[in-house]
């Protein structure tokens, strides 16, 4: 049964895994300790820039491979960002470094739905009320799970993430920052 991932309010990304309540290195083990047996769930989560940086990342810490190939389901990386105020949100044209900073070229369809808040007593003058969330899902496909066996850097797993459709923070964060949801500076300061 999976649980729920819980989202933590922190910038960091929860490796999803499957795992066998046995045999575990040591590493697991407190997350195996909590486990009641049979083949469950468990989220956790660990420091990375990025999905793939997540995996790198268990590689250093020595766990095995097939361990990680055997019992990771997927990461979910995470960012947090400031949400435009929706009471005092305004069409915003983004500048030419903005567009730049995203990698977005100068006639990006995009940049026509930037907004910005202007700033009112709903948001104490800041332009932002709460917050959202930014994401990028790997999902542990068969092909990921050769290249974890091999060890692959992550780079190459990078790149066979993407070719398995997976959306990369970048991307996620365009959408949002296109929506009208949250600011480029939001973004580019979390990265
Ligand atoms: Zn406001």
């Known amino acids: ?3 729920p991932i819980k989202l933590a309010l922190l910038n960091a990304a929860v490796l999803v895994l499957a795992l066998p309540a046995y045999g575990l290195h040591a590493t697991m083990d407190a997350v195996a300790t909590d486990l009641g047996g ?6 956790f ?3 990375g820039n990025d999905a793939v940086g997540a ?4 590689y250093n810490l020595d766990i095995p491979t097939y361990l990680i190939a055997n019992a990771l389901v997927g990461v979910v990386s995470q960012r947090l960002a400031r949400r435009i105020c929706p009471t005092c949100s305004k069409p915003h044209a983004p500048t030419p470094a903005e567009l730049d900073a995203l990698g977005l070229g ?3 369809s995009t940049k026509s739905s930037f907004r910005r808040g202007s700033g009112c ?4 003058a800041t332009g932002y009320r709460g917050r959202i969330g930014l994401f990028e899902v790997l999902s542990v496909t068969e092909k990921m799970r050769e290249l974890i066996l091999e060890q ?3 780079q190459v797993l990078q790149q066979a993430a ?3 459709g997976m959306q990369t923070l970048r991307e996620n964060a365009i959408e949002k920052i296109a929506s009208g949801a949250t600011t480029p500076e939001e973004y580019l300061k979390n990265m």
């Open 1 to 3: 049964m999976l649980r």
């Open 152 to 154: 692959s850097g992550k």
């Open 162 to 164: 993407e070719r398995d």
């Open 121 to 124: 007593a709903e948001c104490l």
């Open 106 to 108: 100068s006639a990006s």
């Open 38 to 43: 049979g083949l469950t769930a468990y989220d």
């Open 45 to 47: 989560t660990i420091h």
């Open 55 to 58: 995996i790198d990342t268990l």
